[in-house]
Each structure stands twice: as structure tokens, then as C-alpha cells.
């Protein structure tokens, strides 16, 4: 600001003299939260997600953000993949395949975003990631219902056999009685008697 560069209506100018002021900018740092699965076998896909945002809460959402896989052992190893942004999760999305040849261990997620600013503003995240030389052994859901409905079909199967039986030995209990019942009706009739008083007497004679 130079001397007497500004005035009111009254007449009053000021600053008296020329103030110089360098103000210390440095960039800002953005905000990173990682989520991603912390084990992984090999052949899998690793997907992750990041929420990336300004000091002041502002979404970052236009610039680059990437994530690199690193594992410090022997061989080190450096694999990359570019994210993309969600505009309905307002995320950035990124996956990887672990592939045969990566090294079983602890592994590094570094996820970085910039925009395009000069200087940019930056920002770093890490997750630890187990990779496991053979993939982790799962029971596919899809088994559990071929069981179940075994399971369910034999039941079912033998209960229907054991009701064909109990119907089977009652159909049979009351045929005999049915038997039972009509050989005393005929026991009873006057013809039975006549023809029962007749080998009576013929015995007798």
C-alpha cells in the first residue's frame, strides 16, 4: 500500500507512509481417509475408496488421485492404479488384481491426490494390507443352499414314506375288522344256523 492512497470525503488520506507486507502462503494439505479390505489373497481384486477433502471441508473432486501398492521386502515391488471420482458416492474409487507373481506379506496402500493449483496442494494416506500367497479359502453361499435343500428333500421324502406306511397299516387294520365284522353277520344269519343244525344232526345220526 503507497502513502496517502486512500481518502474519505472529509479529507483524510492515509497511510502516511508505504507499508510492505509478505505474506507466508504455503499450500494446503488435503484430507485423506482410506477404506479398504486389510486381507487379500493372491487373484483377488482389492477394491478401496477414498474421501478426499480441503481444510474448509470442501470435497476434492477435481484433480488426480491415485493408489500405489508397495511391499518393501524382496523383490520391492511398486504397483500403481489410477482412481476415478464417484460423483454419487463423492469418493474416489480404485482397484487392484493382486496378480501370481506378487510376494505374500505385509504390503503399504499409499493413496496421493493434487490438484491442479501452483504449487498444488497434496495429501497422503496409508493402510496396511496383508497379501496372502494363497487365496483365503471361502464356502461359496450358493453351497449352503444346495444343503439346505437336500436337506429339506429328504425330510420331506421321509416323511411321506412313513405316512404312506401308517396309512398303509390303518387302510389294513380296518379291513380286518371290516372282515371280522361281516364273518359274524353271517354267523348269525338263519341260513349259517339251518345248515350249522343240519351237520349237527347229521353228526348226532
Same mark, same amino acid.
Given at each position: 500500500?503507497?502513502?496517502?492512497?486512500?481518502?474519505?470525503?472529509?479529507?483524510?488520506?492515509?497511510?502516511?507512509?508505504?507499508?510492505?507486507?509478505?505474506?507466508?502462503?504455503?499450500?494446503?494439505?488435503?484430507?485423506?481417509?482410506?477404506?479398504?479390505?486389510?486381507?487379500?489373497?493372491?487373484?483377488?481384486?482389492?477394491?478401496?475408496?477414498?474421501?478426499?477433502?480441503?481444510?474448509?471441508?470442501?470435497?476434492?473432486?477435481?484433480?488426480?488421485?491415485?493408489? @500405489?501398492?508397495?511391499?518393501?521386502?524382496?523383490?520391492?515391488?511398486?504397483?500403481?492404479?489410477?482412481?476415478?471420482?464417484?460423483?454419487?458416492?463423492?469418493?474416489?474409487?480404485?482397484?487392484?488384481?493382486? #496378480?501370481?507373481?506378487?510376494?505374500?506379506?505385509?504390503?503399504?496402500?499409499?493413496?496421493?491426490?493434487?490438484?491442479?493449483?501452483?504449487?498444488?496442494?497434496?495429501?497422503?494416506?496409508?493402510?496396511?494390507?496383508?497379501?496372502?500367497?494363497?487365496?483365503?479359502?471361502?464356502?461359496?453361499?450358493? @453351497?449352503?443352499?444346495?444343503?439346505?435343500?437336500?436337506?429339506?428333500?429328504?425330510?420331506?421324502?421321509?416323511?411321506?414314506?412313513?405316512?404312506? #406306511?401308517?396309512?398303509?397299516?390303518? #387302510?389294513?387294520?380296518?379291513?380286518?375288522?371290516?372282515?371280522?365284522?361281516?364273518?359274524? #353277520?353271517?354267523?348269525?344269519?338263519?341260513?349259517?344256523?339251518?345248515?350249522?343244525?343240519?351237520?349237527?344232526?347229521?353228526?348226532?345220526?
Amino acid at each position: 500500500m503507497t502513502g496517502h492512497a486512500y481518502s474519505d470525503a472529509y479529507g483524510n488520506t492515509g497511510p502516511g507512509v508505504r507499508i510492505t507486507n509478505s505474506p507466508q502462503l504455503t499450500p494446503a494439505s488435503l484430507g485423506i481417509t482410506v477404506t479398504a479390505s486389510t486381507s487379500i489373497g493372491v487373484g483377488q481384486q482389492l477394491k478401496f475408496n477414498a474421501t478426499i477433502a480441503y481444510p474448509d471441508g470442501t470435497i476434492f473432486q477435481s484433480g488426480t488421485a491415485a493408489g @500405489y501398492l508397495l511391499y518393501s521386502g524382496t523383490p520391492i515391488v511398486n504397483d500403481s492404479t489410477p482412481m476415478v471420482f464417484d460423483t454419487n458416492l463423492r469418493q474416489w474409487i480404485g482397484t487392484y488384481t493382486v #496378480r501370481s507373481s506378487d510376494t505374500g506379506g505385509l504390503w503399504s496402500l499409499v493413496v496421493r491426490a493434487s490438484d491442479s493449483q501452483s504449487p498444488p496442494n497434496t495429501g497422503t494416506a496409508t493402510r496396511a494390507i496383508t497379501i496372502q500367497n494363497n487365496p483365503p479359502a471361502s464356502f461359496p453361499l450358493y @453351497y449352503f443352499g444346495i444343503i439346505a435343500a437336500l436337506i429339506a428333500g429328504l425330510l420331506i421324502a421321509a416323511f411321506l414314506i412313513f405316512k404312506r #406306511r401308517r396309512m398303509t397299516t390303518t #387302510r389294513l387294520k380296518i379291513d380286518l375288522d371290516a372282515v371280522h365284522s361281516e364273518a359274524g #353277520r353271517i354267523e348269525n344269519s338263519e341260513f349259517f344256523k339251518s345248515v350249522k343244525d343240519q351237520v349237527t344232526k347229521e353228526k348226532d345220526e
